[in-house]
């Protein structure tokens, strides 16, 4: 194990400073209950016909005196000019009755037009909202978080693929100034429900960088300028009747069950997932045993220049199932497949093949100059394929509920590497940036016991996580962020914690501690305390 700096004493003043604070935060309103599901149609009213009044009886003549006749004279009929309208003769009892039944139609129609309505805006219900406005969910959440980083006294000089690729010149990453940060994230949604029970739209915000896919974290200290919020999310959900199968377009969360040994946290992905439950049905719909598959198709970089676009191929089949009365078992084998990714050597005064250096690196992989060798340039590729393998086992034990015990154990292997084609390919090992690293596989296992999430005031979780990931593994441009503080070829242990302050309100705190795996030295420590509210 390396020799670790330790912390300064200004950032454990402003560390403790922080979880002071965290104790007195106000609490957050409270939730509303959602509104029950409207119909999806309502039915149209029905056509008005035409009023059509039946005259009254005419009343009997009153009787004659005797001598004289009933019988009334015609007068004779007057000669009527042309163009003139003659307007019958209606009688005063006709025309009331006429206007008595033309008034309770339409006044029947207008009644039930406005409590048809009312009772879809919910008029004179206290804080009710209109109808459409009853079919949005609004949600999110707001993390302050302190941030110290302390770096071994030992470690060696490295390179930063990303900075060096944004200058195309070799740039230093930091391995030997200490750092201790103040940063923010705030995350808000909004789903729309389109068809009850069937049919949603998803858009988020968020903080952080818009160059950076697995950290939405916004650095304080910015000379008070504006934090920069960006679209997340935007995607479309349809799910059957039957929940036996949903289907996702757009931007979208992670369709993919596992951990962060693959995928951060923060990651998002593009493009189309559909995962089939079998055995679910409208009356069960989580049965005891209960298998999945899920399908993926993410374009990763559309090149307009060429057909050699970069896509990601994803498949994963597993299962829930529930072990006896107090414990349950999830475990998937998932299948990746990267297509395209690799880098491609500019021939000399070319700059065609640009386009195959990755848009986004942490640090970690195997790489090499993809550059015009006689510009003088650094542009740096992907040596190395990747189909990664990835096997997930998650064990859960409620027997001392509400305290719960989870085992998660994760694995991968990358089986597209090959290191004879990587020699080809970059031209011998004297080209590999920083060498070819032969180490392919993955491993994290963590132990968590309490609240599977800390929601309420009292409740509590703790962790310990051990995480070796080798240097050609996984891609380290979507590997979780905060490890060695992202990328790969290295291993280390987690240990954290949490404890709710009141609803919706905890206090969180991880101590992370890493070492590079194979090369030159490089040991990070890393302390987070986070004061995290959602609503």
Request: a negative charge; aromatic letters at 10%.
């Amino acid at each position: 194990m390396l020799k670790k700096k330790s912390p300064t004493g200004g950032g454990i003043l402003l560390l403790f400073a922080f979880a002071a604070m965290a104790v007195h935060a106000p609490l957050p309103a409270a939730l509303n209950e959602p509104a029950s599901p409207m119909p999806l149609m309502e039915a149209e009213d029905p056509l008005l016909e035409p009023v059509k009044p039946e005259a009254p009886a005419a009343e009997p003549a009153p009787a004659a005196p005797a001598g004289q006749s009933n019988t009334t004279e015609t007068p004779a009929t007057e000669a009527v000019p042309n163009g003139t309208i003659r307007v019958p003769y209606i009688p005063a009892p006709v025309k009331e009755q006429l206007k008595k039944e033309i008034e309770e139609s339409l006044r029947k129609d207008v009644v039930e037009e406005v409590v048809r309505q009312g009772r879809k805006e919910r008029w004179g219900v206290p804080d009710a909202w209109p109808e459409w406005v009853q079919r949005l969910t609004f949600g999110g959440d707001i993390r302050l978080r302190a941030q110290s980083d302390s770096y071994a006294d030992d470690n060696a000089i490295y390179i930063d693929p990303q900075s060096t690729n944004n200058e195309r010149s070799p740039q230093l990453l930091n391995t030997t100034e200490d750092r201790d940060r103040l940063r923010a994230r705030l995350r808000f949604g909004v789903q729309a429900n389109i068809i009850p029970s069937e049919l949603n739209a998803g858009f988020r915000l968020v903080t952080g960088s818009g160059s950076d896919p697995v950290s939405t974290n916004q650095t304080l200290g910015n000379t008070s300028r504006p934090y920069s919020v960006f679209l997340d999310r935007a995607f479309l959900a349809w799910r059957s009747r039957s929940n036996v199968w949903s289907a996702w377009g757009g931007r979208m969360p992670n369709p993919w069950y596992g951990t962060d040994l693959v995928w951060d946290d923060d990651l998002a992905f593009d493009g189309v997932a559909l995962k089939v439950n079998p055995l679910r049905d409208l009356t069960e719909s989580s049965p005891d045993f209960d298998p999945f598959l899920t399908l993926g198709v993410f374009p990763l970089q559309e090149v307009e220049l060429s057909q050699k676009d970069k896509w990601l191929y994803g498949v994963q089949a597993g299962f829930n199932a529930r072990l006896g009365g107090s414990s349950k078992m999830v475990f998937a084998v998932s299948y990746y497949d990267y297509r395209h990714i690799e880098g491609q050597r500019n021939t000399p005064g070319s700059s065609l093949l640009d386009f195959t250096a990755p848009q986004f690196l942490q640090k970690g992989n195997t790489l090499f100059n993809i550059a015009d060798p006689s510009s003088g340039d650094t542009l740096l590729g992907l040596a190395s394929d990747f189909n990664e393998l990835n096997l997930t086992a998650s064990l859960a034990n409620y027997s001392f509920a509400p305290t719960h015990v989870i085992l998660t154990l994760d694995y991968v292997k990358n089986q597209g590497f090959d290191e004879q084609e990587i020699l080809q390919r970059i031209g011998g090992a004297s080209s590999a940036f920083p060498f070819v690293n032969p180490d392919t596989d993955a491993t994290q296992i963590k132990l968590t016991v309490g609240r599977p999430i800390v929601e309420r005031k009292g409740e509590w979780q703790t962790s310990f996580a051990y995480k070796k990931i080798g240097g050609n593994a996984v891609l380290d441009a979507f590997t979780d962020s905060d490890f060695h503080l992202g990328g790969t070829n290295t291993k280390g242990w987690i240990l954290g914690g949490a404890y709710g302050l009141a609803l919706d309100t905890w206090l969180s705190v991880r101590y992370i501690s890493t070492d590079e795996i194979k090369g030159a030295p490089l040991g990070i420590d890393t302390l987070q305390i986070d004061l995290n509210a959602k609503f």
